[in-house]
């Protein structure tokens, strides 16, 4: 729940994790429909957690009018087709050229590789040191975004919404981090929004509207995916109890609920403090952390 709101690849964590796990304590593959709906009920989690936490910003900006709400519905669509245009694009060449004549190829089986996630996850940390760097020496978001909200007043126009531009790029570099695990969604698109002239508030307000769009789309492919491993595994002979992974599954989705309130408190401070740089030095040293993993065989 942690990792998955924070902005340092909550992806690259869970594959760390399941790596460990396997090595020392055994456990579930990843492509265990068991850990598949482990999965999806986490991503549930932190879907509430986010809309539970924004719900009375998003109230005020996005839904304060008709033409506000116009304005963010026309942002959000523009950016999502964006995500899924680059996303699912790399996503089926990937596949068809690193995966040729593989059998049922799974982008899973590759970027599942820590020698991979390691670069992922120094691309996000240099993302995120840049634009932190960047807005620490500009300085003046808050008197910038005060401005801003003045001049929206006497206009009429939604103060809290990002420009067809800065969606755009932020939903572009969305569409990247949908198949490149370590290349944090959070970290990478509010980073992409203040480069871009976003305020920092504005940017993270509109990239955690983005997560909430774009979770329930990717729960359903999981959810399929799910199906299909499930139906698979039945037709091979091989016993499946999902009724007894719900229960720690459903524990596993409370956690990551309390464990998400917390991480968009913490990502907050620091965003609104200047401190938003720290996300990406952990990064990189996270990304170390993962190569000597996987030279540790792990």
Not at 75 to 103: C, D, H, N, Q, S
Not at 276 to 294: D, E, P, Q
């Amino acid at each position: 729940g942690l990792a998955e709101l924070l902005p340092v690849s909550s992806s690259a964590h869970v594959v760390v994790a399941e790596s460990i796990f396997q090595k020392h304590y055994g456990g579930l593959a990843p492509s265990d429909p068991r850990m598949t709906l482990f999965l999806v009920m986490l991503h549930t989690g932190t879907m509430f957690a986010v809309i539970a936490y924004f719900w009375k910003q998003w109230m005020q900006t996005y839904f304060a009018s008709a033409d506000a709400f116009k304005r963010f519905a026309v942002r959000v669509i523009y950016a999502t087709a964006l995500t899924g245009i680059i996303g699912f694009g790399l996503k089926k060449l990937i596949e068809r050229t690193m995966f040729a004549g593989a059998p049922k190829a799974e982008i899973e089986d590759l970027f599942g590789r820590l020698d991979l996630i390691a670069p992922a996850l120094a691309c996000a940390g240099i993302l995120i040191l840049i634009a932190g760097i960047r807005e620490k020496k500009l300085g003046g978001a808050a008197s910038k975004e005060s401005a801003e909200s003045l001049i929206g007043s006497i206009t009429r126009r939604p103060s809290g919404s990002v420009t067809m531009r800065q969606a755009g790029w932020m939903g572009l570099v969305q569409g990247l981090a949908l198949p490149f695990r370590g290349f944090s969604r959070s970290g990478s698109t509010i980073s992409t929004g203040m480069l871009t002239g976003a305020t920092k508030e504005r940017a993270e307000r509109f990239s955690f509207a983005l997560a909430v769009v774009l979770t329930p789309a990717v729960v359903a492919l999981e959810a399929m995916r799910l199906l299909k491993d499930l139906h698979e595994k039945t037709t091979a002979g091989v016993p499946i109890n999902l009724h007894a992974a719900f229960l720690p599954s459903l524990e596993g989705m409370i956690f990551s609920f309390l464990a998400g309130l917390v991480a968009l408190k913490w990502l907050s401070n620091w965003l609104e403090n200047g401190r938003w740089y720290l996300f990406g030095i952990y990064c990189l040293v996270a990304s170390g952390v993962v190569f000597w993993l996987h030279t540790k065989g792990y």
